[in-house]
């Protein structure tokens, strides 16, 4: 079993930024494929990051440019920088962790195995 924690979610106005972190425990070489999703309020979840063996990532169309996926192995944490923060990226924001040779944001939510409790962001206009 592996569990994941996030945290960093908060209320920032519209150009703002804010780092989400994810600590991984547990049985973690179950995993190597870890991903950010994000949930608006009436919307379904939708990936928006993701990053595999630790240094394949890949970000969503509608934030690249602006957040960044990355990781601390000694601290078996994922972070997601989001930098210039709109109002249309306010959601509660989930980590999740599988083990694939797939990984990417077009990867259903159905197969990652492990998610955390979620962070809310929000983003004033």
């Known amino acids: 079993q592996v569990q994941l924690v996030e945290s960093g979610g908060g209320s920032v106005q519209a150009g703002g930024s804010l780092r989400l972190s994810c600590a991984a425990s547990g049985d973690i070489a179950d995993t190597n494929c870890m991903a950010w999703f994000r949930q608006a309020p009436g919307k379904e979840r939708e990936g928006v990051a993701t990053?595999?063996?630790?240094?394949?990532?890949a970000l969503a169309n509608s934030v690249k440019g602006r957040f960044t996926i990355s990781h601390d192995n000694a601290k078996r944490t994922v972070y997601l920088q989001m930098d210039n923060l709109k109002p249309e990226d306010t959601g509660m924001y989930y980590c999740?962790?599988?083990?694939?040779?797939?990984?990417?944001?077009?990867?259903?939510?159905?197969?990652?195995?492990?998610w955390g409790q979620g962070t809310q962001v929000t983003v004033s206009s």
């Open positions: 999740a962790a599988r083990r694939s040779v797939t990984c990417g944001v077009q990867v259903s939510e159905a197969f990652y195995a492990y």
């Open positions: 990053l595999r063996d630790g240094r394949s990532a």
